[in-house]
T-cell receptor, first 113, second 113 residues
């Protein structure tokens, strides 16, 4: 199956700093990627849709200036959590679509201290 | 954000037992998907359903797309310890540029050897 890779798998950062998470489609090109956030014992909540070469589409309630998304190539989307705070600590997961199927990355555990 | 209603929330069963879980929505979906998520990992696709009434199997797993297109169920037969994890349903609507997935609330499955 198609492979989607996220980096890093986990990160700890200080409050007020910014963190960048990468999502790569390793064996296919993805014009659309999705970013999700998952709090403990909860489901995946879509944050935004990342479109190659254009601006991301954010879900209601997600601050676009805080969660910066860049989809500069057909195999890479990045999510930057700016001025991170402890409440941003969560599991962030990306997915990329190949044809009609979505493939998920392994997730990034962000802990803000 | 929108979520699908999934039940049961958790199940604790003995190895060898059959398992059934379902997902309901107030709106129609064109595709129903079932995923399994292990701790600290991204979801992995188990079964995809594309037509109302469709019944699809993948080994010990069987899933059906409800006739009304507002529900789906997943059955696991003869459970084994490695079936442990969180199972999510997801619905997808066509139309628009993104075809984003809406996830269910999840079912935690524990299997006692």
């Amino acid at each position: 199956g198609a492979v989607v890779s996220q980096h890093p798998s986990w990160v700890i950062c200080k409050s007020g700093t910014s963190v960048k998470i990468e999502c790569r489609s390793l064996d296919f090109q993805a014009t659309t990627m999705f970013w999700y956030r998952q709090f403990p014992k909860q489901s995946l909540m879509l944050m935004a849709t990342s479109n190659e070469g254009s601006k991301a589409t954010y879900e209601q309630g997600v601050e676009k200036d805080k969660f910066l998304i860049n989809h500069a190539s057909l195999t890479l989307s990045t999510l930057t959590v700016t001025s991170a705070h402890p409440e941003d600590s969560s599991f962030y997961i990306c997915s990329a679509k190949r044809n009609t199927e979505a493939f998920f990355g392994q997730g990034t555990r962000l802990t803000v201290v | 954000g929108q979520q699908l209603n999934q039940s049961p929330q958790s199940m604790f069963i003995q190895e060898g037992e059959d398992v059934s879980m379902n997902c309901t929505s107030s709106s129609i979906f064109n595709t129903w998907l079932w995923y399994k998520q292990d701790p600290g990992e991204g979801p992995v696709l188990l079964i995809a359903l594309y037509k109302a009434g469709e019944l699809t199997s993948n080994g010990r797993l069987t899933a059906q797309f409800g006739i009304t297109r507002k529900d789906s169920f997943l059955n696991i037969s003869a459970s084994i310890p490695s079936d442990v994890g969180i199972y999510f349903c997801a619905g997808q609507k066509y139309g628009g540029a993104t075809n984003k997935l809406i996830f269910g609330t999840g079912t935690l499955l524990a299997v006692q050897p």
